[in-house]
């Protein structure tokens, strides 16, 4: 990151995806311009069945919010956070931008004059577990 940043500095770099505020604080460091927060908590994510690792993400967010307010007291730079897993209902979405979070990963869509967030699971075909008969 830090090396993209000095080469290409127009162009965004994000970094992730963190579930502490101390890799937080890493990745905004180094350059990030915004953070994705979340392991293993999308509906279809194995990351957790499979490797033992991930957290809930309303701590993460909570984690992550408060280390990056640290680093802006800190150094006056603001890296922006995003919510990215574990967020089934909408209503997670309003949970995610209380805790801290600035967006939820998704585009806007806009249908009949409503708009929507469509949401897809980053999971490549090789990671979903299948029954053979």
């Known amino acids: 990151m830090?090396?993209?940043k000095k080469h290409?500095?127009?162009i965004s770099v994000g970094g992730g995806n963190v579930v502490d505020g101390e890799t937080l604080t890493f990745l905004a460091e180094a350059?990030?311009?915004?953070v994705k927060v979340g392991v293993g908590?999308?509906?279809i994510c194995i990351t957790r069945d499979r490797k033992g690792l991930g957290r809930?993400?309303?701590s993460a967010v909570l984690d992550a919010?408060?280390?990056r307010d640290a680093f802006r007291e800190r150094t006056g730079g603001y890296v922006p956070i995003c919510s990215d897993g574990g967020l089934v209902?909408?209503?997670h979405v309003a949970l995610a931008l209380a805790m801290g979070a600035v967006q939820s990963p998704a585009r806007?869509?806009?249908v009949s004059d409503q708009s929507f967030k469509k949401s897809h699971a980053n999971v490549s075909l090789r990671d979903i577990p299948t029954t053979v008969s």
């Open 65 to 67: 919010a408060a280390a």
């Open 108 to 110: 806007l869509t806009l």
């Open 2 to 4: 830090t090396w993209v």
């Open 8 to 10: 290409y500095p127009e």
């Open 31 to 34: 350059g990030a311009d915004f």
């Open 41 to 43: 908590g999308g509906s």
């Open 56 to 58: 809930g993400q309303a």
């Open 89 to 91: 209902p909408d209503y």
